[in-house]
């Protein structure tokens, strides 16, 4: 048996996979393939029905927003949020906590003036800055919720004048957010909640239409919105996996027992990492990631070795980042703490052998 602890695309339920493959040779019985059936099928309809419907139970998400889902990746929605959100010469505030951070505002740049409100670049990202003031006079400030690359996680979202644009692609639907603290939210469905393929985007619809620039239909949220996310093919295989996935999600408890389940998950891993003569966390332990756990060894000629035993054990994708080196075990919603006890077990077994 395998661990799967990749950064991305992560792991995602046994049982979503089992019911997804079965849907590639006959979906719900119609005797066609769901990648060989019309989108605008009256089964695929109730598909994508049922997808937004949940993200809206499961997120608790108000009236005047729009739930989509889109697709180019989060990569895309670095240039559409401020495409869609940015008026022509006016000012978007952002906080530079990692790569995807800074690819956000350069995309940013293209459509007006970014000011960089606070950065832990000189720190490596080790840290999220906390410490600055919001432009009022900015459309909006951008932030990353969780770092993927780096293992750090804004653990509370603070109450902004201007609207809020969060990347939360490595940590949607992992926690209890309150959407109606943001403006737009986004997230690659492919670490916590389905393939690649598909993006979820959250817009709260009374911003959109006040940039004054003319935008193409598939750039433009309002467009997508009154397309029902249908203005051309969607992904259909990601958005059925998505929807199982969040099903799955939903028949645990929903975001509030993962967040319970997330929260042990990750707290006896770092038990682990801090106990452990051999290891050592990367992240300031107040920004310390429930998503991906970053690590590394004391001594870096152990780390070979000590990757070589976790295969051994079943353990893949563990390999940090070569940003930052060492381990990144992310322990995304589906992976049981079976598997994190495996890794505490291999910590433990290596420690005891490099004594
Ligand atoms: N934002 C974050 C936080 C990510 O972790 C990633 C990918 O790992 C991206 C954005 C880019 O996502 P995509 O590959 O869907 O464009």
């Not at 608790?60 to 559409?80: D, I, K, R, W």
């Not at 322990?331 to 703490?337: G, M, R």
């Amino acid at each position: 048996m395998k661990h799967n602890f990749g950064a991305g695309p992560g792991i995602l339920p046994h049982e979503v996979l089992k019911q997804a493959s079965e849907a590639v040779i006959d979906f719900n019985g119609t005797g066609l393939s769901l990648l060989e059936i019309s989108h605008r099928s009256k089964e695929f309809e109730a598909v994508l029905d049922e997808a937004v419907s949940l993200v809206k139970e499961l997120f608790n998400v108000p009236e005047g927003y729009s739930v989509l889902f889109l697709q180019g990746g989060a990569s895309t929605q670095f240039a559409l949020a401020p495409y869609n959100l940015l008026p022509e010469g006016g000012k978007a505030a952002y906080v530079e906590t990692g790569v995807w951070a800074n690819k956000a505002l350069k995309e940013a740049k293209y459509f007006g003036e970014v000011q960089v409100v606070a950065s832990s670049k000189e720190a490596n990202f080790t840290y999220i800055p906390k410490d600055f003031e919001i432009p009022a006079d900015a459309s909006y400030i951008h932030i990353t919720s969780n770092n993927t690359i780096y293992g750090t996680q804004l653990r509370e979202f603070f109450k902004s004048p201007i609207p809020v644009v969060c990347d939360m692609s490595s940590d949607i639907f992992s926690r209890v957010v309150n959407v109606a603290d943001f403006g737009l939210i986004y997230a690659g469905a492919q670490k916590n909640m389905g393939p690649a393929g598909v993006t979820l985007v959250i817009v709260k619809d009374d911003l959109l239409g006040k940039t004054g620039r003319k935008i193409p239909a598939m750039f433009n949220y309002q467009t997508q919105i009154e397309g029902g996310s249908m203005y051309n093919t969607p992904p259909v295989f990601a958005i059925y996996v998505s929807m199982l996935t969040l099903k799955w999600l939903k028949a645990k408890g929903g975001v509030p027992a993962i967040e319970q389940e997330n929260i042990t998950k990750a707290r006896v891993l770092y038990e682990e990492i801090d106990r452990n003569p051999l290891f050592k966390a990367v992240a300031a332990i107040e920004d310390r990631s429930k998503m991906n756990v970053c690590f590394v060894m004391e001594n870096p000629e152990l780390e070979k070795p000590f990757l070589k035993l976790a295969e051994e054990r079943g353990i893949v994708g563990i390999k940090g980042h070569r940003s930052v080196g060492g381990f990144r075990a992310s322990i995304y919603n589906a992976l049981p703490i079976s598997s994190i006890y495996v890794l505490i077990d291999v910590m433990q077994e290596f420690a005891e052998k490099n004594k």
